[in-house]
């Protein structure tokens, strides 16, 4: 495909997680994918206006609007965060929804037919699959949609079943990332009949293998990092965090992010008599991340599968520790296997555990020259697999497909 910006073709992505800035600790992946596919389309970006943020901007490239789907402004939070967790958090946000698609869908046909974008990309079938297909439908415009997790594993019975094959087969392509993912959908399949491609996202490995701040073998730092919800499963870690200091007593542990699992989980904290061993370091913009990964012996994402069927679609954190060369301990839910192979890139232990983890944690603190061992081998593997290089050219070569644009 050529890399002229004068032969680009244009590509229009819908979202509803976008970072505001790139120091927002909104979960960047749909932004770096965006960034990396700019050497192939001219990308623009339509995602849901935030606090303050413009309502448009170009960032690092590429272009983005915002739009508005909510009065008074003050009241605009349905899309701050995941709104999965926004809806079980205030379910009175649940109004907002069926405003947030209708003005999407009008704000997306209005800039999809004035710049005529050469394919659409929705990232979720909920609600940007719908927008997506019923403008391409109007428009003629190919569509392709990616699923993340909350869209599947959230999203769950017989009508959404039915919602989920009739967008996909009224698009081009479907993308999950996770072979998990893939299994949840069996009878989901494209216009051209094909089942989802399993296309995870990506991580820059040079920005975190590029750090040399790692401790020597006797630092003891435990780390975590994601949003502070329940399916990430932090309230399992610090039940287990007292097994790990009754045999390493120096140890600590560090939770970087945020979320409505905060506060609760900072009582449980004191509740264990942890308080002196626990740091919660909050949200950290995405340059912070490397530092928090290489000045750590361990990585561990406690992940559960929630009471509504929720859990871990792929685990980018995962990688992330891992391009850092930092051993990780993960549980076997969702699409975290498909990252961590157990024994060899990191170790997988049963949710819901402490025991477990605590053992899983322990042993790598015991063993540091096997945690460098299994963190060197993850690295490697990571970078063959996972760098964004690599998966944006994945990318890249399908949407030029759904666009019918020759290479």
Same mark, same amino acid.
């Given at each position: 495909?050529?890399?002229?910006?004068?032969?680009?073709?244009?590509?229009?992505?819908?979202?509803?997680?976008?970072?505001?800035?790139?120091?927002?600790?909104?979960?960047?992946?749909?932004?770096?994918?965006?960034?990396?596919?700019?050497?192939?389309?001219?990308?623009?970006?339509?995602?849901?206006?935030?606090?303050?943020?413009?309502?448009?901007?170009?960032?690092?490239?590429?272009?983005?609007?915002?739009?508005? @789907?909510?009065?008074?402004?003050?009241?605009?939070?349905?899309?701050?965060?995941?709104?999965?967790?926004?809806?079980?958090?205030?379910?009175?946000?649940?109004?907002?929804?069926?405003?947030?698609?209708?003005?999407?869908?009008?704000?997306?046909?209005?800039? =999809?037919?004035?710049?005529?974008?050469?394919?659409?990309?929705?990232?979720?079938?909920?609600?940007?699959?719908?927008?997506?297909?019923? !403008?391409?439908?109007?428009?003629?415009?190919?569509?392709?949609?990616? =699923?993340?997790?909350?869209?599947?594993?959230?999203?769950?019975?017989?009508?959404?079943? =039915?919602?989920?094959?009739?967008?996909?087969?009224?698009?081009?392509?479907?993308?999950?990332?996770?072979?998990?993912?893939?299994?949840?959908?069996?009878?989901?399949?494209?216009?051209?009949?094909?089942?989802?491609?399993?296309?995870?996202?990506?991580?820059?490995?040079?920005?975190?293998?590029?750090?040399?701040?790692?401790?020597?073998?006797?630092?003891?730092?435990?780390?975590?990092?994601?949003?502070?919800?329940?399916?990430?499963?932090?309230?399992?870690?610090?039940?287990?965090?007292?097994?790990?200091?009754?045999?390493?007593?120096?140890?600590?542990?560090?939770? !970087?992010?945020?979320?409505?699992?905060?506060?609760?989980?900072?009582?449980?904290?004191?509740?264990?008599?942890?308080?002196?061993?626990?740091?919660?370091?909050?949200?950290?913009?995405?340059?912070?991340?490397?530092?928090? @990964?290489?000045?750590?012996?361990?990585?561990?994402?406690?992940?559960?599968?929630?009471?509504?069927?929720?859990?871990?679609?792929?685990?980018?954190?995962?990688?992330?520790?891992?391009?850092?060369?930092?051993?990780?301990?993960?549980?076997?839910?969702?699409?975290?296997?498909?990252?961590?192979?157990?024994?060899?890139?990191?170790?997988?232990?049963?949710?819901?555990?402490?025991?477990?983890?605590?053992?899983?944690?322990?042993?790598?603190?015991?063993?540091?020259?096997?945690?460098?061992?299994?963190?060197?081998?993850?690295?490697?593997? !990571?970078?063959?697999?996972?760098?964004?290089?690599?998966?944006?050219?994945?990318?890249?070569?399908?949407?030029?497909? =759904?666009?019918?644009?020759?290479?």
């Amino acid at each position: 495909m050529s890399a002229s910006p004068a032969v680009r073709p244009s590509l229009l992505v819908l979202t509803s997680t976008f970072p505001k800035s790139v120091n927002d600790s909104t979960p960047p992946f749909v932004f770096q994918l965006c960034s990396h596919l700019l050497p192939h389309f001219d990308v623009t970006v339509l995602t849901p206006a935030v606090r303050d943020a413009p309502q448009t901007e170009t960032l690092q490239g590429v272009k983005v609007q915002r739009f508005h @789907y909510f009065w008074p402004r003050s009241l605009e939070r349905l899309a701050d965060g995941a709104i999965l967790e926004s809806l079980s958090r205030s379910p009175w946000l649940f109004l907002q929804v069926p405003f947030l698609v209708l003005f999407e869908l009008i704000t997306a046909f209005r800039l =999809a037919r004035t710049s005529r974008p050469d394919v659409i990309h929705a990232h979720w079938f909920v609600p940007q699959g719908i927008v997506a297909v019923l !403008v391409s439908r109007i428009l003629n415009i190919p569509a392709v949609i990616t =699923a993340h997790g909350g869209d599947v594993y959230g999203l769950r019975g017989r009508l959404l079943d =039915a919602l989920r094959r009739a967008l996909a087969s009224r698009c081009e392509a479907v993308t999950v990332v996770s072979r998990d993912m893939a299994a949840k959908l069996p009878e989901v399949t494209s216009c051209r009949g094909e089942p989802p491609s399993v296309m995870p996202m990506g991580v820059d490995t040079r920005r975190f293998s590029g750090e040399s701040e790692r401790g020597d073998n006797s630092d003891q730092t435990v780390l975590f990092v994601g949003r502070l919800a329940k399916k990430k499963g932090v309230e399992y870690l610090l039940r287990a965090f007292p097994d790990v200091l009754a045999c390493h007593p120096d140890a600590r542990l560090v939770v !970087v992010g945020d979320g409505p699992c905060r506060g609760e989980l900072e009582a449980l904290s004191s509740q264990l008599g942890l308080a002196q061993r626990v740091r919660f370091a909050g949200a950290q913009p995405p340059a912070e991340l490397p530092r928090f @990964y290489s000045r750590s012996r361990v990585f561990v994402g406690p992940s559960v599968v929630t009471r509504g069927g929720d859990t871990e679609s792929f685990g980018l954190v995962f990688v992330e520790a891992m391009a850092a060369d930092c051993p990780v301990v993960g549980t076997s839910v969702g699409g975290i296997p498909d990252v961590v192979i157990h024994g060899r890139t990191g170790l997988l232990v049963e949710p819901e555990s402490p025991a477990a983890l605590a053992a899983a944690i322990s042993g790598l603190l015991d063993s540091p020259a096997e945690a460098d061992r299994m963190g060197s081998l993850a690295r490697r593997w !990571v970078r063959r697999k996972f760098d964004w290089r690599q998966v944006a050219r994945g990318y890249a070569n399908l949407l030029a497909r =759904a666009a019918g644009v020759t290479e």
